[in-house]
């Protein structure tokens, strides 16, 4: 019996798959005002065929079948290049002092108790850090995230972490792009680059020479401005000349770096990676993008974690913006820090000619905000997780108000999420082979909340609603 019936089986199976494809390379016009590179368009259509853009142009321009209207401003999708997605899962975290630097911190036992110690609990076993890093993607995605690194590492060397596949793009991990393989990207982000071992650091230098890494994301110089230990790891980068100063590579927080330390990385062609909230939370300061910026450093935004930073991309710009504003002059314009979050941070992971602009021919991964005043700048800068209209990664809708999911994926079992009291729906498609994939948001976080309480804590929250969180 059940040979006979396998053909038929499989038979179902390719027609409901070639049923599938056919629905996503079908071509999208979505009608909005377009966020382009150096350019608004403030009535625009923006075609999606497959998983790139077809055109991004004026809506007088366009000929054929009526483009969908979507009453939103239209961006790239946000890049994160600053995050710890497994730590996602955990509650805020609010110690009772400031630190000098990160190694003071990650000693303490209030640490320890509320955050080590539950999320080694969660990452030792397969299903449950499986389930922590599908909802910190949720998470990134509900806060405007198209990408990120960080997310869940194979345990030594195997490919067991193939369930983060689906979701966000993983630029460290599988960033699924057309070439991308498993655990085979050549962006590397780097925790703690001191502790890499002598082989690691020859492979990271000699393989941003050679092209085999093309973007180097490392931590360093935390803690508060003029701290000795953090401000020393400048040296220690730079090892005479002879370290991981270069291009292709950014330095992530460098609240510690002064103003020489970003003309040097400047020359370097060294990025930035900026986490003011985070940064602010633990040591009551932040990095001088000031001086990196006059130095001519390009520095784009992250969030770091939920714990002490930002749910995701949306709240950290919007901390930034706040923060800026209360410089004088502020450091930044609005567009730059849109820019901060897309063209950028896809420049500094070797990503700027697929992701991170509204062009034709990059990948299709964009964020619809909903459309108030006229100016889009502002208005991502200022918007929260109820304005999310949609978040399409790679051609593919994944998330957003219920209206436009439904006419997107009419064939698709979607799932209600109220965000912030909206009506949401996110799809997370199955991965073929991969039964973690198969589970549903609500599973996944009844699964976490109950593991995460049998250990004294809780879930923490998917995005954040109540306002009180700037500066
Ligand atoms: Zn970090």
């Given at each position: 019996m059940a040979n006979r019936h396998a053909p038929a089986a499989s038979l179902l199976f390719l027609l409901s798959l070639t049923a599938g494809l056919a629905q996503t390379q079908a071509p999208l016009a979505l009608r909005g005002t377009l966020v382009a590179p150096g350019q608004v368009l403030p009535d625009g259509v923006l075609v999606v065929s497959g998983n790139k853009i077809a055109a991004v142009s004026a809506a007088g321009a366009v000929t054929g079948s009526a483009p969908i209207e979507t009453g939103s401003f239209i961006y790239p999708g946000l890049i994160d290049l600053?995050?710890?997605?497994?730590?996602?899962?955990?509650p805020r975290w609010k110690p009772s002092q400031l630190f000098m630097n990160r190694y003071e911190w990650q000693q303490t036992a209030a640490y320890s108790v509320a955050l080590d110690q539950p999320h080694y609990a969660v990452t030792s076993d397969h299903a449950l850090a499986c389930d922590a890093d599908r909802f910190g993607e949720v998470k990134a995605i509900v806060g405007g995230a198209t990408s990120v690194v960080g997310g869940l590492a194979p345990t030594s060397g195997s490919n067991d972490n193939a369930c983060i596949l689906g979701l966000t793009r993983n630029l460290d991990i599988d960033g699924g792009f057309d070439a991308s393989a498993l655990n085979k990207e050549k962006v590397w982000y780097v925790t703690f680059p001191f502790k890499m071992s002598l082989t690691a650091t020859d492979e990271a230098r000699s393989g941003l020479d050679s092209g085999a890494v093309t973007a180097l994301l490392i931590h360093a110089?935390?803690?508060?401005?003029?701290?000795a230990s953090a401000a020393r790891e400048f040296a220690m980068l730079d090892k005479g000349g002879?370290?991981?100063?270069?291009?292709?590579v950014s330095v992530i927080h460098a609240t510690a770096f002064n103003a020489a330390d970003f003309q040097q990385m400047a020359k370097a062609q060294v990025g930035l990676i900026w986490s003011p909230r985070s940064n602010i939370e633990l040591y009551g300061a932040t990095t001088d993008v000031g001086s990196a910026k006059a130095a001519g450093v390009k520095i784009a935004i992250g969030p770091d974690w939920s714990p002490t930073g930002s749910d995701g991309m949306m709240e950290e710009l919007k901390y930034a913006a706040t923060w800026n504003a209360d410089q004088e002059p502020p450091v930044f314009t609005s567009a730059e820090l849109v820019g901060m979050a897309t063209a950028v941070p896809a420049q500094l992971a070797a990503a700027g000619n697929e992701i991170g602009s509204l062009a034709s021919g990059f990948y299709a991964d964009l964020l619809l905000i909903r459309k108030t005043g006229t100016d889009p700048y502002q208005a991502l800068l200022q918007a929260g997780p109820a304005d999310v209209r949609l978040v399409m990664i790679g051609g593919k809708p994944v998330y957003g108000d219920a209206d436009l999911m439904d006419r997107l994926l009419p064939q698709r079992t979607l799932e209600e999420l109220t965000v912030c009291g909206v009506a949401k729906k996110l799809y997370l498609e199955p991965q073929t082979?991969?039964?973690?994939?198969?589970?549903s948001f609500r599973q996944i976080s009844s699964e976490l909340e109950a593991a995460l309480s049998s250990w004294g804590t809780s879930l923490a929250e998917l995005a954040p609603c109540a306002s009180g969180n700037l500066p």
């Open positions: 600053h995050d710890h997605i497994t730590w996602n899962v955990l110089g935390e803690g508060r401005p003029g701290d002879d370290g991981l100063l270069r291009a292709g082979g991969i039964p973690e994939t198969q589970k």
